[in-house]
């Protein structure tokens, strides 16, 4: 029978001595992360290549310092890149619909903006001042007088020849009209009546053709009228002309090396001069600079510029985090304002999206995130794989609403997107997504721990130094740092591991620097330490606390001493958030003559992990394999959970449930003071199983309260011992011989120190009384293969036993 393990091997205890500092006040503070040198190969990689398609996705567990390496990384890069452009939008004078882009050097668009400003402000004053010049007004008083001569000229001849003809020209006030004349004076209807027909006949026909002249000088004048109009609209233009040009001349010059610039001044000075009117509003509207705004009503807002993304600041390419990756927030948006009771727009309300900031730089997305939000990850993907940013609204892409929308240019997209999530996100991308493994073919794998090694330890000190630095936490001793490197192996569950999941470490020194200034220390003591932990796990404990309530009151069926056929007390673990916990649970098997079935309860009625049911078929296989090899598996058997109401999942309580099977068939008691967890192969070799920290405390504490007698202790597999990382008060226990720890690696080592009997071998010796668990099992198995056959014989009558499942002996 094998022996208990000594208190020494139950931990992994980290010694202050191997410290050379007396507290970590005297390290340089280090916030490098430890123990992820594939991840960081990965993520420099990722970031130093630049080709289309090499984006990051970076995954690993919650607070393991993905987002610290990859910005420090990041951070390297970004200092020798160059800086991104400035991106703004302009209005498209002949297509206002579709606003234009345009790239310019770091800090120019902002500049750019500022000088239009400039520009209108210096219409606003010169334009009017220029149309209210006297030269301005000669011009227009020479055009006018010139065609007002011509005019009067060419009215005098036809009243001249009206005359002539003793027909006068009248005005009124409807126009021209022509009466006969007689003795000077107008004739009334009367007069004309009396003339003979011929010349009345006479006068109607030079009137007639006086008429026909008159319309044709009309048309003449209309004509003179549209060459007058066009000659100030002329005169308007030079004069416009030589108040803008120059100022459009001296910004030519400023960004002659902007050729996109350059056209749009030109269309700005064409538009100007075709819209000088807009200039020559009232003059109260105030000339400062920078009140663009106040000029909304004379359509001056098309002349502005709306700066997209300004990288003025000289710190290289940018760096982006969106916390709220929504489609818009991403790709941009245009937004509308009310007027006279409709939506409008214009290319002012166009919003940049974080790709807009992140052009020519890194952005980070949290996977899920972005997964969780409609149209975001399609819209992310559509721009990677198009290289571009196109400004899309999602109420005119489904027809939702019918506003009016702008067309915006689309802007060359040149950015490294790094996505942070889950391992399972990754797979399910990879699998589902036939883009994703296009736009994200760097994945960075960060472990859930690293090594506790000498140099992972020095390096974990001295994280632990600049984690209190940061935090403005009182410094450790080399108690406290010995401490937090125990609980750190702790939460790995490994005493060979430290866990990579800084966050909960960092959440431990604040309630231990908490614990520490309350008590007036002035450095964190391994006291500390071991307190704050304590107290993380009172105030998560009040589950566990109700389910040793009910075990201790005998509602839940636990028991701690004796012994029992066919019941064993299994360990399981339960989960809630991040708080784990283990408890005892009552396993209980029954077995009878059969054709080989054994029945899993939790499986029949659907409360089973696949992974619980592999389990139990497994050790079907053995069962099988090691009593019945040359004869028929003559048995029925069922296993159940007593007491268990939820699902039941994993496969280390196979273990148990095999010597509960064994004890079953061996009719030997099982010592109830032992709990068992282990996860067992078709060969009987004890395989390791997880939270076995957890699970040997969970019994542990069963014991305790009920009292403490030396009989109590857990079977282990031997695989798990080096994860050991029990708490002081079982070691202690341990150490006084209170509570013991077996390791086994055979089901035969488990059921011996169940039982207190030799497993023996899988064959009876003799035909009397098996001395062995293992020949008791044989010589059951044995008299149900006889049964059967027996029964199975033609013109056999047999009557079953009663609970035994043996056939009467007639």
């Given at each position: 029978m094998?022996?208990?393990?000594p208190?020494?091997?139950?931990?992994?205890?980290?010694?202050?001595?191997e410290?050379?500092?007396?507290t970590?006040?005297?390290?340089?503070?280090?916030?490098?992360?430890?123990?992820?040198?594939?991840?960081?190969?990965?993520?420099?990689?990722?970031?130093g290549?630049?080709?289309?398609?090499?984006?990051?996705?970076?995954?690993?567990?919650?607070?393991?310092?993905?987002?610290?390496?990859?910005?420090?990384?990041?951070?390297?890069?970004?200092?020798?890149?160059e800086?991104?452009?400035?991106?703004?939008?302009v209005?498209?004078?002949?297509?206002?619909?579709?606003?234009?882009a345009?790239?310019l050097?770091?800090?120019?668009?902002a500049?750019?903006?500022?000088?239009?400003?400039?520009?209108?402000?210096?219409?606003?004053?010169?334009?009017?001042?220029?149309?209210?010049?006297?030269?301005y007004?000669?011009?227009?008083?020479?055009?006018?007088?010139?065609?007002?001569?011509?005019?009067?000229?060419?009215?005098?001849?036809?009243?001249?020849?009206?005359?002539?003809?003793?027909?006068?020209?009248?005005?009124?006030?409807?126009?021209?009209?022509?009466a006969?004349?007689?003795?000077?004076?107008?004739?009334?209807?009367?007069?004309?009546?009396?003339?003979?027909?011929?010349?009345?006949?006479?006068?109607q026909a030079?009137?007639?053709?006086?008429?026909?002249?008159?319309?044709?000088?009309?048309?003449?004048v209309?004509?003179?009228?549209?060459?007058?109009?066009?000659?100030?609209?002329?005169?308007?233009?030079?004069?416009?002309?030589?108040?803008v040009?120059?100022?459009?001349d001296?910004?030519?010059?400023?960004?002659?090396?902007?050729?996109?610039?350059?056209?749009?001044?030109?269309?700005v000075?064409?538009?100007?001069?075709?819209?000088?009117d807009?200039?020559?509003?009232?003059?109260?509207?105030?000339?400062?600079?920078?009140?663009?705004?106040?000029?909304?009503?004379?359509?001056?807002?098309r002349?502005?510029?709306?700066?997209?993304?300004?990288?003025?600041?000289?710190?290289?390419?940018?760096?982006?985090?969106?916390?709220?990756?929504?489609?818009?927030?991403?790709?941009?948006?245009?937004?509308?304002?009310?007027?006279?009771?409709?939506?409008?727009?214009?290319?002012?309300?166009?919003?940049?999206?974080?790709?807009?900031?992140?052009?020519?730089?890194?952005?980070?997305?949290?996977?899920v995130?972005?997964?969780?939000?409609?149209?975001a990850?399609?819209?992310?993907?559509?721009?990677?794989?198009?290289?571009?940013?196109?400004?899309?609204?999602?109420?005119?892409m489904?027809?939702?609403?019918?506003?009016?929308?702008?067309?915006?240019?689309?802007?060359?997209?040149?950015?490294?997107?790094?996505?942070?999530?889950?391992?399972?996100?990754?797979?399910?991308?990879?699998?589902?997504?036939?883009d994703?493994?296009?736009l994200?073919?760097?994945?960075?794998?960060?472990?859930?721990?690293?090594?506790?090694?000498?140099?992972?330890?020095?390096?974990?000190?001295?994280?632990?130094?600049?984690?209190?630095?940061?935090?403005?936490l009182?410094?450790?001793?080399r108690?406290?740092?010995?401490?937090?490197?125990?609980?750190?192996?702790?939460?790995?569950?490994?005493?060979?591991k430290?866990?990579?999941?800084?966050?909960?470490?960092?959440?431990?020194?604040?309630?231990?620097?908490?614990?520490?200034?309350?008590?007036?220390?002035?450095v964190?003591?391994?006291?500390d330490?071991?307190?704050?932990?304590?107290?993380?796990r009172?105030?998560?404990d009040?589950?566990?606390?109700?389910?040793?309530?009910?075990?201790?009151?005998?509602?839940?069926?636990?028991?701690?001493?004796?012994a029992?056929?066919?019941?064993?007390?299994?360990?399981?673990?339960?989960t809630?958030?991040?708080?784990?916990?283990?408890?005892?649970?009552?396993?209980?098997?029954?077995?009878?003559?059969?054709?080989g079935?054994?029945?899993?309860?939790?499986?029949?009625?659907?409360?089973?992990?696949?992974?619980h049911?592999?389990?139990?078929?497994?050790l079907?296989?053995?069962l099988?394999?090691?009593?019945?090899?040359?004869?028929?598996?003559?048995?029925?058997?069922?296993l159940?959970?007593?007491?268990t109401y939820?699902?039941?999942?994993?496969?280390s309580a196979?273990?148990?449930?095999?010597?509960?099977?064994?004890?079953?068939?061996?009719?030997?008691?099982?010592?109830?003071?032992?709990?068992?967890?282990?996860?067992?192969?078709q060969?009987?070799?004890?395989?390791?199983?997880?939270?076995?920290?957890?699970?040997?405390?969970?019994?542990?504490?069963?014991?305790?309260?009920?009292?403490?007698?030396?009989?109590?202790?857990?079977?282990?597999?031997?695989?798990?011992?080096?994860?050991?990382?029990?708490?002081?008060?079982?070691?202690?226990a341990a150490?006084?011989?209170?509570?013991?720890?077996?390791?086994?690696?055979?089901?035969?080592?488990?059921?011996?120190?169940?039982?207190?009997?030799?497993?023996?071998?899988?064959?009876?010796?003799?035909e009397?009384?098996?001395?062995?668990?293992?020949?008791?099992?044989?010589?059951?198995?044995?008299?149900?293969?006889?049964?059967?056959?027996k029964?199975t014989?033609p013109?056999?009558?047999?009557?079953?036993?009663?609970?035994?499942?043996?056939?009467?002996?007639?």
């Amino acid at each position: 029978m094998i022996d208990p393990l000594p208190s020494e091997r139950l931990t992994h205890r980290c010694d202050p001595g191997e410290f050379a500092f007396e507290t970590t006040a005297e390290l340089a503070a280090s916030d490098d992360v430890i123990g992820q040198e594939r991840a960081a190969r990965a993520v420099e990689f990722g970031i130093g290549i630049r080709r289309e398609g090499y984006n990051l996705f970076v995954m690993g567990p919650p607070g393991s310092g993905k987002h610290t390496l990859v910005r420090k990384h990041i951070a390297t890069y970004a200092a020798g890149a160059e800086r991104s452009s400035d991106w703004v939008y302009v209005n498209n004078f002949e297509q206002p619909q579709k606003p234009i882009a345009i790239g310019l050097p770091p800090g120019r668009g902002a500049a750019l903006c500022k000088d239009m400003e400039n520009l209108v402000d210096e219409l606003c004053a010169a334009i009017p001042a220029v149309f209210d010049s006297d030269e301005y007004t000669a011009k227009v008083e020479a055009i006018d007088a010139e065609f007002s001569e011509q005019h009067e000229r060419e009215f005098t001849a036809l009243g001249e020849e009206a005359t002539q003809q003793k027909i006068a020209l009248l005005r009124t006030p409807t126009g021209f009209s022509f009466a006969p004349v007689k003795d000077g004076e107008i004739m009334t209807p009367e007069d004309f009546a009396k003339l003979p027909e011929a010349e009345q006949q006479r006068i109607q026909a030079a009137i007639s053709a006086l008429q026909a002249k008159l319309e044709k000088l009309v048309r003449g004048v209309m004509r003179l009228r549209k060459e007058r109009i066009e000659r100030v609209r002329a005169l308007n233009r030079e004069m416009t002309l030589l108040a803008v040009g120059h100022v459009v001349d001296d910004l030519k010059v400023r960004y002659q090396e902007m050729p996109r610039v350059v056209e749009y001044l030109e269309a700005v000075q064409h538009d100007v001069l075709d819209h000088a009117d807009d200039f020559r509003k009232p003059a109260e509207i105030p000339n400062a600079p920078g009140q663009m705004a106040q000029r909304e009503g004379l359509s001056l807002r098309r002349y502005s510029v709306n700066v997209l993304v300004e990288n003025g600041a000289p710190d290289g390419a940018p760096l982006v985090s969106e916390d709220h990756p929504t489609f818009q927030n991403l790709i941009g948006r245009i937004e509308h304002i009310a007027q006279l009771g409709t939506l409008v727009t214009d290319f002012n309300l166009i919003k940049p999206g974080a790709l807009h900031r992140a052009n020519g730089g890194h952005l980070l997305i949290d996977a899920v995130k972005i997964l969780s939000q409609p149209f975001a990850w399609e819209g992310l993907k559509r721009a990677l794989l198009r290289k571009e940013i196109r400004i899309e609204s999602l109420g005119d892409m489904y027809s939702l609403v019918s506003t009016v929308s702008l067309e915006p240019e689309a802007i060359p997209l040149q950015t490294k997107v790094v996505l942070f999530g889950d391992r399972f996100v990754y797979y399910l991308l990879q699998a589902y997504d036939p883009d994703f493994g296009k736009l994200f073919r760097v994945a960075a794998d960060f472990g859930d721990d690293f090594e506790r090694d000498r140099s992972n330890t020095d390096a974990f000190a001295r994280l632990l130094a600049a984690q209190a630095a940061r935090e403005g936490l009182l410094p450790l001793d080399r108690s406290g740092v010995a401490r937090a490197v125990d609980f750190a192996s702790r939460y790995a569950g490994d005493g060979r591991k430290l866990t990579a999941q800084v966050r909960r470490i960092a959440d431990l020194l604040a309630e231990a620097d908490h614990a520490a200034r309350s008590a007036g220390r002035s450095v964190i003591v391994a006291g500390d330490i071991a307190g704050a932990d304590a107290a993380q796990r009172d105030r998560s404990d009040r589950v566990r606390e109700r389910i040793e309530e009910e075990i201790l009151r005998g509602s839940l069926l636990i028991d701690t001493d004796g012994a029992k056929v066919a019941q064993v007390n299994g360990l399981s673990v339960v989960t809630l958030g991040d708080y784990s916990f283990g408890a005892p649970t009552r396993i209980t098997a029954t077995t009878r003559l059969g054709d080989g079935q054994v029945i899993d309860i939790q499986r029949e009625v659907e409360l089973g992990g696949a992974i619980h049911s592999k389990g139990v078929l497994i050790l079907s296989a053995f069962l099988a394999a090691r009593f019945s090899g040359n004869r028929p598996h003559s048995l029925a058997a069922s296993l159940v959970f007593e007491q268990t109401y939820g699902e039941v999942e994993g496969d280390s309580a196979s273990l148990a449930e095999l010597c509960a099977l064994l004890s079953s068939l061996a009719d030997v008691p099982i010592r109830q003071s032992l709990a068992v967890t282990g996860s067992v192969n078709q060969l009987g070799e004890v395989q390791p199983i997880g939270a076995v920290n957890e699970k040997v405390e969970g019994f542990f504490e069963i014991c305790h309260a009920r009292g403490l007698t030396g009989t109590q202790g857990v079977l282990i597999p031997a695989t798990n011992v080096d994860e050991l990382m029990l708490r002081d008060d079982v070691i202690a226990a341990a150490r006084d011989g209170a509570f013991r720890i077996f390791p086994v690696r055979t089901v035969d080592e488990a059921i011996e120190v169940l039982t207190g009997l030799p497993a023996g071998d899988a064959e009876p010796v003799g035909e009397g009384p098996q001395s062995s668990v293992n020949g008791r099992v044989a010589a059951r198995l044995r008299e149900y293969s006889t049964a059967r056959r027996k029964w199975t014989r033609p013109g056999a009558t047999a009557r079953s036993a009663r609970g035994s499942g043996r056939p009467d002996e007639d």
